[in-house]
């Protein structure tokens, strides 16, 4: 019975992320006429969000005659005749019955319907507009579903809460101008980990219009390593640069050449560069394995749409091992650290194609829309040296003509409720498609992280013989991942502004989870799961949890149903997906 539960649970989750449908989201900005009942009103041209936008749905909001109410029903009998407008603040309306005026929602939707008459503008910011067939709404219309950051006074007017930067957001840089040349240089360092320390970056980036369309940029970066590598297999500098042409005005072309010689993580990265960072500085957890890459490419970028872009790739690089060097960590410094796992070196040519379509309110912290990206990446060497590993993980790997090619998806649809209320659905995985079996270093494991929450770092590796053990690289062909969250946000602000930076915590969010996800080898040998097919959904591992989203971090309880799976109390310092 007991295994039984787990795999209807573990089913359920897979299929809600898959099936449950929902109203097509919301795209931010949005600000247009709505062609339904009436006579079409004018169009606007705001950006969402402007400050002209914000200002002026503010001021009819606090205006003296204004007819501020708490939301809910207009009747059908009821006409609504005033000097000012409408106002609500919070909270949903819908009306049935007439309005002589403007109408101004912010954090909150407006349903015109087929009884409904409105005669003057129509504002709706944080939140959703919809007129029936044969609602009359006669003055110009904005929407925007991207919440306002505002608190309502003991007056019943409302103030606005201007936005700070986050202590996380350290990315800028001194600006400069060198005639029609403008520039930042930022300089910093790029993460912490055992393979090289904390690298220090210098990075200049220069950007020149040149014709009205057309845009000329150079990214580049020296890298400064704080750890001696004392095998000498990668030096104490290195660096990369980045030339980019882009020309067009409603569907731009990108075109452009890269070169590095970076120390970059292998395929398997469960956690954000801030998180592994952090982890490795204060804790001695790295939870990424690294090698050092040396090589360049060319690539091509087309923005087909607003919201659909299309990216190509060409490169070949060196790829070759590093180990784990004796960096300072805050805890555990007299502990070794866990092993970077060896890789396969080699020189490899890399072709890759990505599709990406993306209407998300906000890339970082999004409450409605849809996000579906995929890569398809071809990789040949002729140049290889392969670790030797057992034949339950893998055949061998040929020294030349090796070729191989992968897929990887991510679909994320984000279903916003209402102004505090959303649900988020993701569904991801990938790996070997055909081919020679994957490097090392394009391999994956679950476990920990994005996956699942409720159990250890790269806890189901594929590598059955010495399972669990952390030092062991990922070693799974294919991975697949279904995750669900329903989302409430908090009216707290409880926030100080340091330097023009935010420290505290502004209307976080109740985070409600649950996630399925597996791992396994595909082919045709024992104990492998058939090309044809995913892994038996019986098969896969699932945990769920409950926690609070901060925003610069959130803490999360989770439990993994397995016998003897302990609750987790994680803390993440970016959204779980």
């Not at 220090?200 to 940029?217: G, H």
């Not at 731009?252 to 998180?275: C, K, W």
Request: net charge neutral.
């Amino acid at each position: 019975m007991r295994h039984r539960h787990r795999t209807a649970l573990r089913t359920a989750i897979v299929l809600a992320a898959v099936a449950i449908p929902g109203r097509a989201p919301a795209q931010n900005p949005v600000t247009h006429p709505l062609d339904i009942g009436g006579p079409p009103g004018p169009g606007v041209t705001h950006s969402c969000l402007t400050d002209s936008v914000l200002n002026a749905a503010v001021a009819s909001f606090n205006g003296a005659a204004a007819t501020r109410i708490t939301g809910g029903v207009i009747p059908a009998t009821t006409t609504i005749q005033s000097q000012g407008a409408l106002a609500v603040f919070g909270a949903s309306v819908r009306i049935d019955g007439t309005v002589l005026n403007d109408v101004v929602v912010i954090n909150g939707d407006l349903r015109i319907t087929a009884t409904g008459h409105v005669s003057g503008n129509i504002t709706v910011l944080g939140g959703n507009l919809r007129i029936d067939p044969g609602a009359f709404a006669q003055g110009r219309r904005i929407e925007c579903d991207e919440p306002v950051s505002a608190s309502r006074q003991g007056s019943g007017t409302i103030t606005l809460q201007h936005s700070a930067r986050s202590l996380l957001d350290l990315r800028s840089g001194a600006p400069f101008t060198l005639g029609p040349i403008r520039g930042t240089v930022r300089i910093g360092a790029s993460g912490y980990d055992r393979a090289e320390g904390l690298p220090i970056e210098v990075a200049p980036s220069l950007a020149w219009l040149a014709a009205p369309n057309t845009t000329v940029r150079l990214d580049a970066a020296g890298i400064l390593r704080t750890s001696n590598d004392a095998s000498g297999a990668r030096s104490d500098v290195g660096g990369r640069a980045r030339l980019a042409i882009t020309t067009g005005a409603n569907h731009p072309v990108t075109l452009g050449a890269d070169g590095e010689s970076t120390v970059v993580p292998t395929e398997d990265q469960a956690y954000s560069t801030a998180e592994s960072s952090l982890s490795a500085l204060l804790l001695r957890r790295d939870y990424r394995d690294w090698y050092l890459r040396k090589g360049g490419g060319a690539f091509i970028g087309w923005q087909a749409a607003p919201n659909l872009s299309l990216n190509g790739r060409w490169d070949s690089a060196r790829e070759t091992t590093l180990s784990a060097q004796d960096v300072f960590s805050f805890a555990r410094n007299d502990e070794a650290w866990r092993p970077n796992p060896l890789i396969d070196d080699g020189t490899y040519q890399t072709l890759s194609l990505t599709g990406t379509w993306d209407t998300r309110d906000d890339a970082t912290h999004p409450t409605s829309g849809l996000y579906v990206s995929g890569t398809l990446q071809h990789v040949r060497s002729d140049d290889l040296t392969a670790v030797s590993l057992p034949t339950t993980i893998r055949a061998a790997m040929p020294s030349t003509d090796y070729a191989e090619t992968e897929l990887d998806f991510d679909a994320r649809l984000y279903l916003r409720l209402d102004p505090v209320e959303s649900v988020h659905l993701r569904l991801s995985g990938g790996g070997w498609l055909s081919g020679d079996p994957l490097t090392i270093q394009r391999r994956r494991a679950v476990g920990a992280g994005d996956d699942l929450t409720a159990f250890d770092f790269r806890e189901f590796n594929c590598d059955r013989e010495r399972r669990p053990n952390s030092a062991t690289p990922a070693l799974c062909d294919r991975t697949m991942a279904a995750q669900i969250e329903f989302r409430r946000t908090i009216g707290l602000n409880i926030r100080a502004r340091i330097a023009g930076y935010d420290v505290g915590v502004h209307r976080p969010a109740l985070v409600a989870f649950g996630d399925a996800a597996g791992g396994w080898l595909a082919g045709d040998s024992a104990g492998f799961v058939p090309t044809n097919r995913i892994q038996r959904l019986s098969e896969w591992h699932s945990d769920a949890g409950v926690g609070i989203d901060a925003g610069t971090f959130g803490f999360y309880v989770a439990h993994g149903f397995a016998v003897h799976e302990p609750l987790r109390l994680v803390i993440r310092l970016t959204p779980r997906f």
